[in-house]
């Protein structure tokens, strides 16, 4: 019999949005690698979870999932930031041996649970499922101390995830952060690569996860807390629904770099063979003036700012220049990044045309280059300190002037 029907149907429906999507990353990590820790993410969530599903359809494997939860749950953070870190990077994301110290506190949970297996089912039911602690008592002495043992490493580990948790919120805030302004340094249009659906993601997890900690630090160390499950697990299965349709959706950010670098080493060896690699090279005043030339001439002649789609390295390859070599001119030279050094010619256009013309803003902005008319609206402003609009009113005032 069912307890909660609610709670049962929610539980259910969660698990079978993680078994779907995770499903379907694993087919995408054959391709792109950086996939196979979320869906990694996602079933050490189901884990964690399901146990008022088993309860219904497999009773005898409850107290089986709820030790396997213990390394589980100290899996999510680590695998949820190798996919941030994979849909950030520059270069296709793999796993290597020098990631294996962030599962160390899994390993640990993992050794704690094997062990776990070697104590007679009946004692681990009785403790785990039915809540009963007396039989500690009436275990042999030996085996009495390894359950305290085993209770007080499980409960430190569990203190470990809500630091763990934190320190790890904190390292993907952080990465993107750096991401985002980095994106500035290689696109002119960079609203369709920012990933902004992590970041509501990651404060509604931010919330999640300190009242979660919360919970835990006043359930083992005060006084019982009482939950409303049906509530927490239907936020829980909204946050996973999200995670899943966007984390399916979501292509890395920088995809682009990864199949231009044989152009970008084409157009290395066209710029100079003596500098390959920008970091072990500087440029001097003259070719960085030389770039400079190509690169405003790429500019006001070949109007490359109108393309919407224009990068560093479509640049790069359009001057025969190295796109570190741009980099590294636009910031010591002229000041500025890609990003904003584009879109001012696009502004600087968008003004001719606001005070030449009777199109629309909107047609405006595509017309220069502008994906969005919030992107030109946001550019606009901060270039002229005024909008389109005021920006028109003035301008045909002093032309009727």
């Known amino acids: 019999m069912i307890e909660s029907p609610a709670l049962f149907a929610v539980n259910l429906s969660t698990l079978l949005v993680i078994v779907f999507s995770a499903n379907l990353l694993v087919l995408r990590s054959f391709e792109r690698q ?4 979320l869906a990694i993410c996602l079933a050490a969530i189901g884990v964690v979870i399901c146990r008022p599903t088993l309860a219904v359809f497999f009773p005898q494997l409850q107290s089986t999932f709820l ?11 680590p695998c949820f930031w190798f996919y941030v870190q994979g849909i950030t990077s520059e270069t296709p994301w793999r796993f290597s041996r020098k990631l294996l110290y962030h599962y160390v506190p899994a390993s640990v949970g993992g050794l704690i649970a094997l062990l776990a297996f070697f104590i007679p089912s009946d004692i681990t039911r009785a403790l785990l499922v039915e809540g009963n602690e007396e039989v500690i008592n009436a275990a042999p002495v030996l085996l009495r101390y390894l359950l305290y043992g085993m209770f007080i490493s499980t409960f430190i580990l569990i203190l470990g995830w809500v630091l763990q948790s934190g320190f790890y919120f904190f390292k993907i805030t952080q990465r993107l952060h750096q991401y985002r302004q980095h994106l500035k340094d290689l696109f002119a249009s960079t609203e369709s690569r920012e990933i902004k659906w992590l970041s509501w993601l990651l404060f509604t997890v931010g919330i999640v996860w300190l009242a979660t900690a919360v919970y835990i630090v006043l359930d083992n160390l005060f006084y019982s807390v009482p939950v409303n499950h049906v509530l927490t697990n239907s936020v829980l299965l909204v946050m996973l629904w999200s995670i899943a349709i966007w984390g399916l959706r979501q292509k890395p950010g920088l995809e682009e770099l990864y199949e231009s670098q044989g152009d970008i080493q084409e157009v290395l060896i066209q710029e100079d063979n003596q500098h390959r690699k920008y970091q072990r090279s500087a440029l001097d005043e003259q070719q960085s003036s030389r770039i400079a030339e190509k690169i405003e001439k790429s500019m006001h002649e070949d109007e490359l700012f109108l393309d919407a789609s224009l990068s560093l390295q479509k640049l790069a390859k359009h001057i025969f220049t190295s796109p570190n070599y741009i980099s590294q001119t636009l910031n010591e030279t002229l000041g500025m990044n890609f990003f904003d050094y584009v879109n ?14 009777d199109e629309t803003v909107l047609d405006i902005a595509m017309s220069v280059g502008f994906n969005s008319k919030s992107s030109f609206y946001t550019a606009f402003k901060k270039e002229a300190e005024q909008t389109p609009s005021q920006y028109r009113k003035h301008a045909q005032s002093r032309k009727s002037q």
């Open 34 to 37: 950086t996939y196979l820790p």
């Open 67 to 77: 030790i396997l939860s213990l390394p589980a749950i100290l899996l999510i953070s």
């Open 344 to 357: 001012k010619y696009r502004i600087d256009a968008a003004k001719r045309m606001l005070a030449q013309s």
